[in-house]
């Protein structure tokens, strides 16, 4: 007779492991995007709920440039961006930069990027586009600035970004609490 074997539920990790979507780690409160509609914003290239929608999309608005700041709740490493957008009106080519706040157009060009990729149409249909994992190990934020689309119109659509990558395991320091120095 077999022995009955009880299975305790294990919590959701508040860590991954391996290369996933960091969708989950994605500070919303902070996150920013220069240049994008009113009608159309980050949220319904980012959010997990929205991005899974093809009708909802980023748009840009004034020209074909987007600048999107992504700051996570915790130390990331970056491995591949996922872009699905229209084969026209997608990115081309996106300048990727870690841990740089307060970047805007005029100042986009002052820093060098960790990594610039030169996107086509196939990669526009959401296939994984590996980075320079190297200088996306200890990250806090990315700037993801894109520079022109692939036909060279006025606007850049996105309707899904993912940023694949790991958790790095280290002090939330939300977390910690003060102590009280009046017993020493």
């Known amino acids: 007779m077999a022995a009955a074997v009880s299975v305790a539920a294990t919590p959701v990790p508040s ?3 391996g290369p996933a979507d960091l969708v989950e780690f994605v500070d919303w ?4 995007c220069l240049n994008e509609s009113a009608n159309h914003t ?18 840009s608005d004034t020209d074909e ?3 999107l700041y992504i700051p996570f709740n915790q130390v990331v490493k970056l491995h591949s961006v996922m872009i699905k957008a229209p084969a026209d009106e997608g990115p081309k080519t996106v300048r990727l930069f870690a841990n740089r706040q307060n970047m805007g157009f005029s100042n ?8 610039v990729i030169t996107l086509t149409p196939e990669h526009l249909k959401g296939k994984p586009v590996l980075l320079k994992y190297v200088k996306f190990q200890n990250v806090r934020s990315v700037t993801v600035f894109i520079e022109d689309n692939q036909s060279g119109g006025e606007v850049t659509k996105l309707q899904r970004i993912s940023l694949i990558g790991s958790t790095v395991e280290t002090t939330n320091m939300s977390e910690l609490k003060k102590i009280n120095n009046e017993n020493q």
């Open 15 to 17: 860590t991954i492991a």
């Open 29 to 32: 409160s902070m996150v920013e």
């Open 42 to 59: 980050h949220a319904n290239a980012l959010k997990k709920a929205y991005r899974e929608d093809d009708e909802l999309y980023l748009e």
């Open 65 to 67: 440039q987007l600048l």
């Open 108 to 115: 986009v060009g002052d820093f060098p990027p960790n990594d």
